[in-house]
Every structure is written in C-alpha cells, then in structure tokens.
C-alpha cells in the first residue's frame, strides 16, 4: 500500500500547499471495469467494448476506458493518496478544467497522482484547488489531466 499523506487540520492543509500529495496505488483496467461503467452510463461504443472491432478497426487494436471512466477513478482513488483529518466534511466541489491527453487500454495499469496547487478561504472551510491525474505506467501522457476542487468543512 502506498504511504498516505496525513493532512492534521486546516495548519496542516495551509503547510503543504504547492506540493505534491503522492500516488496511489496502481491498478489494472479489465474488460469488466469498462463494461460496468459502459452499462452504468449507457455509453456501449464500439470503441470500448468490441474486443474484435477493435483489434481489425481501432488504432489502439484493444478496447478503451471511456474518458469519463478515467475522470472518475480520481473521486474513486482520492482517500486512498491523502487522509483528511480535522473537517467535518470534505466535499468533491467540482472540476475546471479535463482533458484526456491518450487513451487508457484494457490491460493497462494506472493510478492518481495528486498536487494541492492552492488554497482559498471560504465561509466555514477552505477551497482546494487540485492537480490530478490519472497517469498510465509507462507512458509519458496520462490518460486524464484535471483541475479538481474540493471544500474542506470546519466544524
């Protein structure tokens, strides 16, 4: 298991501001994680699930996660790179800006890398701006690039 980053309270938040929080975990895309979000979504392309298409017609010659797949590991994969202590509540606010720089092929391991960028004071809490991504192993691009914020609650 990866060492976690311990953020104590809102001192500690404000100590490690600009740094990077570390990684997870990696993990392997299997065909049942594509088809599980494929059904969830209703997104049934070819491009991710036709393991015979894909091998005559796409340029990876494998199935794909789906972008929005990627996106997604980062809320799935955030507590397992940083524990959060002294909020009552830590709440994923939303994203400015993604972008799926090369795509994530079945077989591929990946994981979440994590930089708290900057800090800004909100009405009981404080804003962070994340920089997250979904790195691919052994490749220079990640599969997904986001500016994450997340609200960090006092009591």
């Known amino acids: 298991m990866a060492n976690k980053t311990i953020i104590e309270g809102l001192d500690g938040l404000r ?5 990077q929080l570390g990684s997870s975990e990696w993990k392997e895309l299997t ?3 594509i088809a599980r979000f494929a059904e969830a979504t209703g997104d049934h392309q070819w491009i991710h ?3 015979e298409r894909c091998k005559r017609e796409s340029p990876f010659g494998v199935p794909v996660a789906h972008g929005y797949f990627t996106v ?3 809320g799935g994969m955030f507590f397992e790179v940083v524990d ?14 993604v972008r799926f720089p090369a795509p994530l092929k079945l077989g591929a391991r ?3 890398s994590l930089k708290l960028a900057e800090l800004k004071d909100i009405p009981k ?3 962070a701006l994340l920089i997250a991504n979904i790195e691919i192993e ?3 691009k990640p599969a997904c690039a986001a500016e994450v914020v997340y609200r960090l609650m006092l009591g």
């Open 138 to 140: 052994g490749e220079s």
């Open 15 to 19: 100590a490690i501001a600009g740094q």
């Open 31 to 33: 065909y049942e994680d």
């Open 125 to 127: 809490g404080v804003e």
């Open 72 to 74: 997604s590991r980062i």
């Open 84 to 97: 959060i202590r002294g909020f009552s509540l830590v709440l994923n606010y939303g994203l400015n800006k």
């Open 49 to 51: 699930l036709d393991r």
């Open 110 to 112: 990946y994981r979440l």
